[in-house]
């Protein structure tokens, strides 16, 4: 996971350009009835995503169907999102575009690895429509880690997925890669928590592995990347060899990145060092 500065956006100032080309006035109408509301809820999700409890706003979940005293505002305020931000053309698009900006060198913040060409809802709009358009609750990435994640909302601390505005654990070397020998030599991916992570936060960080599938994501990348060293690697003498392999391990900046989790475990396996190299990786 790859953190973000938070959007320099103002959620009141966000809703009310949204709503603000609202038809029919009867719906503007109740759309500027919410702005109050919506500000609150902006207010409660930074501070609770501050302190990794966004767990804690079940109270701003959308009211069950059928007691809604002003009916369809659940569906007039998800509808911000999709009529007057994400559609083409809409009176909130250029807000859409800059937080979609916001994802470094275009990469998918939740995996490190995919185009980010959407918003996902760190909250589902569907669950909890007050904070549809709340800029903190609007984080770039990718279609695949999007779907992934679908509609799913933390029940606990530990269910929480990392939240790349508001999380960094890029102080520790969380991700690991190890290689399985002949007769099926492969690349495996795994967490490796820090000792003195709180027990949520390893949850979490696990948590956040297992519902973006990195393992097989990343696996899925070795047989091309390791296709491209065999031929550059062939005939070199083991020390050498070593040498290169640590060198691109340490060359990625981020050290969790899945390129310099695999430089790692390649350099720190002898039986690739000697011959493994020659091997063809499937993906
Ligand atoms: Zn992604």
């Not at 995996?111 to 904070?131: I, M, R, S, V």
């Not at 967490?191 to 097989?216: G, I, N, S, Y």
């Not at 990343?218 to 003498?237: F, H, I």
Request: charged share 25%; aromatic share 8%; proline share 8%.
């Amino acid at each position: 996971m790859w953190p973000l500065p938070p959007p320099d956006l103002d959620a009141r100032t966000v809703y009310t350009t949204c709503i603000s080309k609202a038809r029919p006035a009867k719906v503007k109408q109740r759309l500027q009835e919410l702005e109050g509301d919506i500000a609150t809820a902006a207010d409660e999700y930074e501070k609770a995503a501050a302190s990794a409890a966004l767990h804690n706003l079940q109270h701003l979940r959308k009211l069950p169907d059928g007691n809604d005293p002003n009916k369809n505002d659940n569906k007039k305020l998800t509808g911000c999102y999709t009529s007057r931000m994400a559609r083409k053309g809409s009176v909130g698009r250029d807000i859409y575009n800059q937080l979609l900006k916001g994802a470094r060198r275009g990469r998918c913040p939740l995996c490190g690895h995919g185009f980010a060409n959407t918003l996902d809802h760190q909250l589902p709009k569907e669950k909890y429509p007050l904070l549809s358009v709340t800029p903190a609750n609007l984080v770039p990435a990718c279609m695949a880690c999007n779907h992934a994640k679908g509609e799913a909302s933390p029940a606990s601390a530990e269910e929480q997925t990392l939240h790349p505005y508001f999380d960094d654990v890029t102080d520790h070397v969380w991700l690991a890669a190890r290689l399985t020998v002949p007769p099926e030599p492969g690349v495996t991916f795994f967490v490796t928590p820090h000792p003195d992570w709180p027990t949520p936060l390893t949850e979490r960080v696990q948590r956040h592995f297992d519902m973006f599938k990195l393992a097989k994501l990343y696996a899925a990348q070795v047989g091309t990347e390791l296709a491209a060293l065999n031929d550059y690697l062939r005939g070199k003498p083991y020390r050498a060899i070593v040498a290169e392999l640590q060198d691109r391990a340490a060359s990625y900046g981020n050290r969790n990145s899945w390129q310099a989790a695999l430089y790692r475990a390649l350099a720190a396996t002898p039986w690739y060092v000697k011959s493994g190299y020659l091997n063809e990786w499937d993906d």
